[in-house]
């Protein structure tokens, strides 16, 4: 089945610095998806990708999708302390099939 | 606020027991998906629902099932229960199952004791 990694499990940031985490699907995927979930929170969606290729920004994050459509990045510049939380990857196959997330990223960030 | 409302919040129950997790959708969204969510771990998907019917499965235990009612409520099952049953567990909802970003309610936290 379907599987998607995620790395690095955990990532510690300096305060100022930047950072990118790497998101890799076993199979091509329709979509990739983005989500962020702060300590005791819920996940909640970032961007979702679509293109072969697609490079989007939010402000200091920047996400891209491969060109294979099977990896994913998330760059996160000039690290604040409100980045802290885990950052999920989720792919989804043909569209409608279930929406598969990565083992996620755990930001810690050092002031 | 998402919109996905999840009840209870909070549950503490005995191993062997059953318990029901209640999730409703946000206003329009047809399609549901269930989480679980153990201490410190990614999320692992337990099954999808549209419109009533079963969409995708995965993970689940045959001691856990789910559904989908006509009002597009579901309800996330759990019997026989064992102590690593113990976890945080998700419901979100879409408005179509694919392509879409799925909005996630603040979850079920199940202690199992």
């Known amino acids: 089945g379907q599987q998607v990694m995620q790395i690095p499990q955990y990532q510690h940031v300096q305060e100022g610095e930047d950072f990118t985490t790497y998101c890799n699907s076993s199979?091509?995927?329709?979509?990739i998806q983005w989500y962020k979930q702060r300590p005791g929170g819920h996940p909640v969606f970032l961007i979702q990708?679509?293109?072969?290729?697609e490079v989007k920004k939010q402000k200091r994050l920047t996400f891209q999708f491969g060109e294979a459509k099977k990896n994913s990045s998330l760059h996160i510049t000039a690290t604040q302390t409100t980045d802290v939380g885990t950052y999920f990857c989720a792919g989804q196959g043909a569209a409608g099939n279930k929406l598969t997330f990565g083992g996620g990223t755990r930001v810690l960030v050092k002031p | 606020d998402s919109g996905v409302t999840q009840t209870p919040k909070h549950l503490i129950t005995a191993t062997g027991q059953r318990v029901t997790l209640r999730c409703s959708p946000r206003s329009g969204d047809l399609s549901v998906y269930w989480y679980q969510q153990s201490l410190d771990q990614g999320l692992q998907f337990l099954i999808q629902?549209?419109?009533?019917?079963?969409?995708a499965k995965g993970n689940i235990l045959e001691r856990f099932s789910a559904q989908q009612f006509p009002d597009l409520h579901s309800e996330l099952n759990l019997s026989s229960l064992e102590l690593g049953d113990s976890a945080l567990y998700f419901c979100?909802?879409?408005?179509?199952?694919?392509?879409?970003?799925?909005?996630f309610g603040q979850g079920t936290r199940l202690t199992v004791v």
């Open positions: 629902y549209y419109n009533g019917e079963e969409r």
């Open positions: 990708l679509v293109k072969s290729g």
């Open positions: 199979t091509t995927l329709s979509n």
């Open positions: 979100a909802s879409s408005v179509v199952p694919g392509g879409t970003e799925a909005f």
